[in-house]
């Protein structure tokens, strides 16, 4: 159930930037010896309405869900998850400031969900305010408890690639890949930075470390050809486009990669 969770998650939110969904089978506030007949059954109904608002947004209900949510945080003000759960509806839905609000909520019932932290640094990402994010992210790439560091690593790198900051950005992103090998996010931000820097070559490596890892995304495909475009490699150029169109159909992407392919003879 949570591994599948996960997969959606990683669907719903895109590949712009990872947070760590895992976690969320669990409550934040389980009954301890002491709890009292009334508060026990209390926590228990607030659980089994966390569990349902999982299963919805598994099953892609995301009003559902958010409904669940709350009627956790009515029984057990206490559990931090619903909040990063809402947060996390929120962020799907790119109400980004709904979604920092529940995010900071989650952190202050719990420090150390590490999840709703790197989820509030993405927040901020797809804001545009680096310099938040990554003041979010400074205690996760420190933190050897941390289960995902591979993420963090990432975010921060992207971070300061859109801050500029080419140097540290790549230390950043080649942490990522170093602590997470098969991760291919890392290799495709890595390949975006060294095409910024027009650096072709590096960036080709990448995207085709990005491509074995992950060879359904089609945003590496089109990166791809146009490194291979950027190299003189048109025929290679046009294979990718031609996949990526495969691949990505009729979107944004697909349209890109398929006026890339047609121009080329």
Known sequence: MVAAFKRFAAHMLGLTFVVFLGGFAGCASLPGSSDG????TTREK??????????FVYEKR??????????????????SKAEFLIGF????????????VHFHRSLKLNPKLYEARNALAGTYIALKRWQDA????????????????????NNAG??????????????HLKMAVMLKPEFCLGYYNLGQVMKSSRRYEAARRHFEQSR????????????????????????KAKDAFRDCEKIAGESLVGDRCANRRRALP
Request: glycine share 4%.
């Open 37 to 40: 007949p009334q508060e026990k």
């Open 158 to 171: 992207w971070a300061y690639h859109k801050q500029g900051r080419t140097r540290e950005a790549t230390y």
């Open 46 to 55: 607030a659980e089994y309405h966390y569990k349902l608002a999982t299963g």
């Open 134 to 153: 990554l003041d979010t992210l400074e205690p996760l790439l420190t933190d050897p408890l941390n289960p995902t560091p591979w993420l963090a690593q």
């Open 212 to 235: 074995r890892h992950c060879p359904k995304h089609a945003p590496t495909l089109l990166q791809l050809g146009d490194v291979y475009l950027a190299t003189s490699n048109k025929v």
């Open 62 to 79: 995301p009003i559902a869900a958010l409904k669940e949510a709350q009627v956790v945080l009515s029984l057990d003000p206490t559990h």
């Open 89 to 100: 509806i929120f962020m799907g839905r790119r109400n980004y400031a709904e979604a920092e």
